[in-house]
Structures are given as C-alpha cells and as structure tokens.
C-alpha cells in the first residue's frame, strides 16, 4: 500500500512540475537609484514533455513555422514552448520583436549553441560572424567589413561591384551560349550560376578568379551550397544534444567540408597576396584591407582574417540561391519574363550589358527579386539572450532562444494586405481597408511597387515629390539592427 502511495505522489509531482507555470521575483534599480520589484510569469505555451519537450508540436506540417503560427492563435502573439531541451520564446507581433531586438538588443545578441554551427567553424561558432554571439570581437570585424561589404554609392567599391557584377554575367552568357550551341540537351544550371556567383565575389573581394573547369574550385563551390543548405536545415541533434553520438559521420563531414574550403582559400589566395602585399599602395579590394590590418595591428589574430574572408565568400551561396529561385520564379510565369525583357531593352536598346547603374530605371526587375524574398522568404536568425533573465511586458524567460519565424510566415501571407497571398506576382496589389472599397495609397505607396504604378519615369521625380515620396514611406521600414 505504502508503494502505491510512493508512486501516486512521484505520479501527481510530475504532472505538477508538467503543467505549472513559474514566477519569479524580479528587482531592477530605476533611474532615480530605487528599487522596483515585480512577480513575472513564464509567457503561456503548450505542456511540455520530458526529454522531448513540445517537439513532437512541430510534426504534421510542412514546416515548423506553420506550426508556430497555428501555436500562436492559441497562446497568443508570445508564448514559451520547449524544443528538447531548450527553453525557447516565439514571438509573433511587430511592437513585440522590436522589444526583443531594439530595446534589449544587448540582451538577446547571441545565436543558438548548436553542435552543427561549431564544426562548420573549426570547434568554434564565435569565428563566425552570422552564428557568433555579440562581442568587441564581432563588433571590430563588422567595422573592417562595413567599407568594402557595404559600400555606399558614388564610390569606388561600389562602382567596381557594378564592374565586377557586369563582367561576369557577360561571362556567365558566353557559357550558356557555348553549352547550348554544342548540344541540344538540358542544361544543369545551377551549378554554373554558382561558380559565376563565387568569381563575382572572389573578384570583387580578392581580385581573383578562376577557371570554370578547376576541379577544385568546383569541389570548394559544392562544398559551400552544401553548408548554405546545412545552415537552413534543423535537425534533432539541435535540440537533444545527447543524440551526439549518432551524428557522428555528419559531423566529420561537416568538418571535412570547412577544412577543404579553408585550405582552399589559404593556398589559392591568400598566401600569394600575403607575398606580394605592398602596404605602401592604395587599398584595392576587401582581402587587401584585411591584410593590412594584420600586418599592422599586432592583436589582430590571423585566425580573424581567414575566418571573415571565408564567411564573406560564401555568401556567394545565399546570392546563387535566391537567383535560382528568380528564375524558377520567372520560369513558371513567362508574362513576367517577357516584362522584365522588355524593361531591360528599353534601357539598354539592346547594345550592351546591363549594369549596376541601370538600376534605378528597372522597377519591375527589382521588384521581381523582392517578390521572390517575399514568396519564398527566410526567417531571422534565432536570437539567444545572454543573461540569465529577460523581461518581455508581462513574461519573464531564462535562457530565451527567440524564434521570430511565425512573424515572417504571417506577414507575408496575410490577407488584409494582399488578396492573392500565396500567388506570386511582380505587379502593385491595391490595398484596401477591411470593410472599405476605397483604396487608401498611403498604405501600400513603397518601393519598386509605387514608381510602377505612376507612368511618369523615375527621373522626373521633382524634389518636392521625392520628399514626400520618402517621408510617407518612412513608417514602412522597419530595421532590427543588433547593438553597435
């Protein structure tokens, strides 16, 4: 009789510990020196199971995203779920991720702590710059990058990007027009545009190109796309750590892959440069300032340099990618093709390569690109707090892993805003008020979107109507920006 009890109190304290809901005692110091204490809970979410937490929620859609927007309409804009054994927030409301990204940005800076994300970086997350947490480290590479990764217009890093950017789109024609004289078969396109897209950026980044048939700069090619995807997967090792053991063979590939790029990036570029760097010169590319800072900057670890040229180079992936998904896009609706067709012509009257400088007169080319990130866009990096507790109005979480997913997914399918939510379109979607046939322009006046609909081009734009143009546009940007 005593064992039963023994096992009926073990039985009823864990579904207690299963279903409650924490609060804790939470003390700040305001700005006039007092003090303010406060009883927070836990922010609502689906019961937890041990081991597994809520990750059995996530099966049965086609993505994990849809399930926190389902997640969402029940709990609420912000709820707490446990993906194994992380405790993680989703957050799906405007107002609440600017709480979580703007005002506590020193609070929620890091990323998650996957096993993946450090063998991709030899042992290391934090060598990355899109995985790493917020550090001094992270903040002096974003300094060294921001003049030739972000160059602003009128420069001279930017002119050449258009230089760089126009020649190898010629070569990247020249290649399709030799391969589909020599033979009528398909095409395998993908992997072409990838190498054209990596030269893009070792050219542009290092002033180095190379030869379509290098069978090894195909091989480092591969081996980023298959990082890229790696990167945008999830898998269950992520959250149960313990399933270590059984990833074994992933994990040395995963190592294998980021070894042979960095080998690759040693020896075919940076050792040669390394050689010849003349300090004395005018800075030339990306790779040349970064060799300098190392030459000159005794704490700089050389480590830091490698380890930023390699992460800026595959992002050579991410652009691949998204052009694939232009074209698929493009592919699938030809009357979108022939319009971007015409709008290219009419600007460059067929007699020469179209350029970085022609953009302002492509709206509906541009705004073709941003319907494809749109349609088919990706979610925020998940944000990790660093300290032990974070206050979100009305919920207190410890070690928050922030998934902002469920935002992407709502916003871009919502149907107040756009009627065909999940058809993919280029044109300007009149936006009307529930319940209100007049259309109201100051609601949806952006962008590409906007000059489309007004017949007159660009360049007569008066300065007066530029103005307005950009002040009633204002309220639509929205930057989520970590703390500098």
């Known amino acids: 009789m005593s064992s ?19 609060t804790v005692r939470w ?64 957050v799906n409301n405007l107002s609440l991720i600017r709480e979580v990204l703007n005002q506590n940005g020193n609070v929620v800076a890091g990323r998650p702590d996957f096993l993946r994300f450090h063998k991709l970086f030899a042992g290391d997350r934090n060598n990355s710059l899109a995985l790493c947490d917020w550090s001094n480290l992270q903040l002096r590479r974003r300094n060294l ?13 930017y002119a050449r990007i258009g230089t760089v950017g126009t020649f190898e789109s010629v070569e990247l024609i020249q290649t399709l027009k030799g391969l589909t004289s020599r033979s009528d078969a ?3 396109l993908k992997p072409i545009l990838m190498k054209s897209a990596m030269n893009m950026f070792s050219n542009y980044m290092c002033s180095v190109r190379f030869d379509d048939e290098d069978l090894e700069f195909q091989k480092i090619v591969d081996h980023f796309d298959e990082i890229f995807w790696e990167i945008n997967q999830g898998y269950a090792v992520d959250f149960l750590p313990w399933l270590a053991p059984f990833y074994k063979k992933h994990m040395e590939k995963l190592s294998n892959w980021s070894q042979d790029i960095r080998s690759f990036i040693l020896s075919r570029i940076v050792e040669q440069r390394e050689i010849n760097l003349d300090t004395e010169a005018p800075e030339k590319d990306f790779l040349d300032g970064l060799l300098r800072v190392l030459h000159e900057d005794p704490t700089m670890d050389r480590n830091t340099i490698i380890f930023m040229l390699e992460d800026f180079l595959g992002g050579h992936s991410s652009v691949g990618n998204l052009v694939m998904l232009c074209l698929t896009a493009v592919a699938r ?58 206050h979100i109005p009305g919920t207190e979480s410890k070690r928050v892993l922030s998934f902002l997913s469920t935002t992407t997914f709502l916003n871009n399918f919502r149907t107040v805003l756009v009627r065909a939510r999940k058809k993919f379109r280029s ?58």
Not at 12 to 21: D, H, I, M, N, S
Not at 37 to 62: D, K, Q
Not at 466 to 475: L, Q
């Open 427 to 484: 044109e300007p979607v009149p936006c009307r008020r529930p319940g209100s046939g007049r259309r109201r322009n100051s609601q949806c006046d952006s962008g590409p979107w906007s000059r489309l609909e007004k017949k007159a081009p660009v360049r007569q734009l008066t300065s007066e109507r530029g103005d307005a143009f950009v002040k009633k546009n204002i309220p639509n940007f929205h930057t989520f920006q970590p703390l500098a």
């Open 27 to 90: 003390v700040k110091t305001n700005k006039y020196g007092g003090v303010e204490t406060a009883i927070l809970r836990t922010a609502p979410g689906p019961v937890c199971w041990p081991i597994i937490g809520s990750l059995h929620l996530l099966g049965g859609h086609e993505s994990p995203f849809q399930a926190f927007t389902e997640l969402s309409k029940k709990y609420g804009d912000i709820f707490s779920v446990k993906l194994g054994s992380a405790d993680c927030v989703v």
């Open 333 to 390: 609706d030809p009357e979108v093709g022939r319009k971007i067709r015409q709008e290219i012509d009419a600007v460059t009257r067929g007699k020469r390569p179209v350029g970085l400088t022609d953009r302002s007169h492509l709206p509906y080319t541009e705004a073709t690109i941003l319907e494809c990130l749109r349609y088919a866009s990706s979610p925020i990096v998940p944000h990790v707090g660093h300290r032990e507790r974070q």
């Open 145 to 157: 990058a921001r003049r030739h990764c972000g160059p602003k217009q009128h420069t001279d890093s």
């Open 186 to 188: 398909s095409i395998d």
């Open 4 to 22: 039963l009890i023994i096992v009926l109190f073990v039985f009823a304290l864990a579904v207690y510990k299963l279903l409650r809901r924490k």
